[in-house]
């Protein structure tokens, strides 16, 4: 087990498992009515695991567009939608990416590396790397055009949304006129999909598996460039890979919050809490919760079991989970065997929004 400093997201800093929080305006947002967050691991499963009681339905102040899409529904109308999605996003369909993910990390991390090496030997991991890499794969998962995908940067802001709706019609026709071994394809022919349900799903999927994923394989990686002694022990073989990228996704969990509204007046570690009200379940906290991981500040490379919630937990568990872990394997397994050593070319910018963990440049040593 490897010492770590404090992480600077458990947020809130609240001084209970269930606190009232304030929601002051800031920017681009008026001031909210507060919430209840919740830190403990036991309550964070209690709300994701009970759809009936804490409701992902959009509440007062969030987007009305949110109201179609599957993330935002409640059985039984998620239950339908989501098995049709669960179906075409089958392990086999994902597995077949392996190939094509490993081939895109080798080209980017050479290239990357060249670079570096030409021109002061430093590389930044994220922007040249990790953030391409994840991109571009899920543009295969999804069947884009290699002709649009320059327009996949643009889909990670917050109006992500809006901007990929459009796209995603063009891309339907496109995948309806030329079938290929994708998931728009696969939904597009699926004659039990209404077109508005595929309209809501393919956006969806787009916007959904490009920020998280993006801030997993860079935060996955920041972290090790931290601990130079865990990336020696992956990198010889004394740790495995599988149970350290839970590990990692424990400690940088890419959306910091999961946000329901108590559909019923219910009670959560002695709190009444009323109907309407919002309920925000901080990640960070419930990963460092002391009865559930043992010396939680610490990165344990070897950690079972980990049940951490960066992929959630309950009906809305990531839908992406299988080809999330697939890309961070493939990428790290690249990354461990071009790189003798992970080591920081100079402070990490800071990360996080509040919302999201991002970790918009990594520059590292070419070695
Ligand atoms: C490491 C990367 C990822 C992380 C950390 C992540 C995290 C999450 C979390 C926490 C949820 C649950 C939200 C809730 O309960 O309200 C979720 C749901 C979802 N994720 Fe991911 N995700 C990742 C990658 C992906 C990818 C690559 C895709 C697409 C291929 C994807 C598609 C989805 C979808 C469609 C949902 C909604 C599922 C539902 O509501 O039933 N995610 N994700």
Redesign the pocket.
Known sequence: MIPTPPPPHRLPHAPAPVSRQDEPGTADRPPGPGFWAVTRHADALRV?QDPATYS?LPGPGELPLLTR?????DPPQ?TRL?DH?ARA?TPGRVERFTATARERARTLLTRALDTARATGGVLDLATAVSHPY?SL??AD??GIPHADRRRLPGWTGPHALEDTTGYARHLIVHRRRYPDDD?TTVLAHNARLTSDELEM?VP???T???A??H???AGGLALLAEHPEAYGKLRDGTAELAPAIEEL?RLH???LT???TAATDTELSGHRIRRGDKVVVC?PAAHHDEQVFTAPDRLDLARTPNPH?????????????D???L??RVLYEEVLRALPELRLAGPLPPTGSGVTNGVGSLPVRAG
């Open positions: 994701l992902s899409l599957l993330s935002h529904q998620h989501r999605a996003l994840t794969n899920l998962l999804l998931l799903l969806l999927l787009l959904t598996g490009l998280p994923m801030d997993a394989a996704l969990p890419p959306l999961v946000r329901r990640l919630l960066s992929l959630g937990a309950g009906p809305h568990l990531c839908l992406g989970a080809f999330a872990r890309q961070l």
